[in-house]
């Protein structure tokens, strides 16, 4: 375990926690010293949250709901500038026979389809209702991480200068499993610095655990508290390029880092599961989880994401479903 003496990029958040001056060493003492979780009753938490009964108009808001948090994604080698357009298109208007079905809140792409995304989104004649919808761009040689930091920022600049809203960045694995909290954390640092566009402002960074690699919950649990105090706007489970992804026990591990951030901070940090959760029923059982882990307050697209593709399908047909009292058949939705 490394314990360097080596002085931390400053940032507020770590400031307030590990006072002035803070040091790898600092860091490393304070995440040793985070509680253990509780395995057994996190699997039971999360197995809780499957027996709560939601129907009609709560079901039918509740869909309504997962629908407007969606980061509808592609990561692909093989997009294309068609398959963009068409995403484009389905994020504005997910169900292209129900107006009132809402947009989702961003589409998610490399950063070099940032670009064609924007345009794609301007480009419909229903263009006033993409407005809202949030340009991401996934960055730092995602999924693996397996770059030098010079490439990752030019990568996260190159996104932000592009017109990326939102950054999803990987954290280095192997240094987090190896014990160096201190590097890890100065790259966030060092990422969300890279995020800051010309006017000043800042693209939202989501900071990407790859929590299928961490192995334990207590690992997600100190990786959750190291991106916040380095900056994170949301934290995030997965990049969907590693199973397991999102999970309900992991998801209930950082809301609870987030609840405890809000009680002893009042800031508000977002949340993301991505890779993994296909179906409503499923969905509904992670806004269930964050009605009950950090509030109600957090069920609104500023501050919980699904990182998804076919969810969204499934959203559209229990939506007709539950509106016509029939399934549609298997041409009705788009296959991304």
């Known amino acids: 375990m490394s314990t360097r003496v080596t002085a931390l990029a400053p940032t507020d958040r770590s400031h307030s926690v590990l006072g002035s001056g803070a040091t790898e060493k600092a860091l490393t003492t304070f995440l040793n010293g985070i509680p253990g979780v509780d395995t057994v009753g996190a699997e039971a938490r999360a197995a809780g949250f499957a027996t709560r009964s939601i129907k009609t108009t709560s079901k039918m808001a509740g869909l309504d709901m997962i629908m407007s948090m969606v980061d509808l994604t592609t990561l692909e080698g093989a997009d294309t500038r068609g398959k963009v357009h068409t995403l484009a298109q389905k994020a504005t208007l997910p169900d292209p026979f129900d107006p009132t079905a809402p947009s989702v809140a961003a589409v998610c792409v490399y950063g070099d389809k940032v670009a064609q995304v924007r345009e794609s989104l301007g ?17 730092t040689a995602f999924p693996s991480g397996r770059a030098s930091l010079p490439v990752k920022i030019l990568d996260t600049e190159y996104a932000v200068s592009e017109g990326a809203d939102e950054i999803d960045m990987v954290i280095d694995r192997g240094a987090f499993l190896s014990g160096s909290w201190g590097l890890v954390y100065d790259q966030i640092v060092a990422v969300k610095e890279a995020c800051r566009r010309g006017d000043g402002s800042y693209a939202h960074l989501k900071v990407i655990l790859e929590t299928g690699e961490l192995a334990t919950l207590d690992n997600v649990r100190r990786a959750s508290w190291l991106a916040i105090l380095a900056g994170a706007d949301f934290i995030k489970t997965s990049t969907g390029k590693v199973a397991p992804a999102a999970t309900l026990p992991v998801t209930v591990t950082m809301l609870e880092v987030i609840r405890d951030w809000y009680a002893m901070t009042g800031e508000k940090i977002g949340m993301k599961p991505a890779g993994g959760i296909k179906a409503s029923k499923d969905a509904l059982r992670y806004l269930v989880a964050v009605a009950e882990t950090v509030g109600e307050d957090w069920l609104t697209p500023d501050l919980f994401r699904f990182g998804a593709s076919s969810l969204l399908n499934d959203v559209v047909m229990q939506r007709q479903k539950m509106r016509n009292g029939h399934y549609s058949g298997p041409d009705y939705v788009s296959v991304d």
Not at 123 to 139: E, F, K, L, M, Q
Request: no cysteine.
């Open 123 to 139: 480009s419909w004649h229903i263009s006033h209702r993409a407005d809202g919808i949030a340009v991401a761009a996934v960055a």
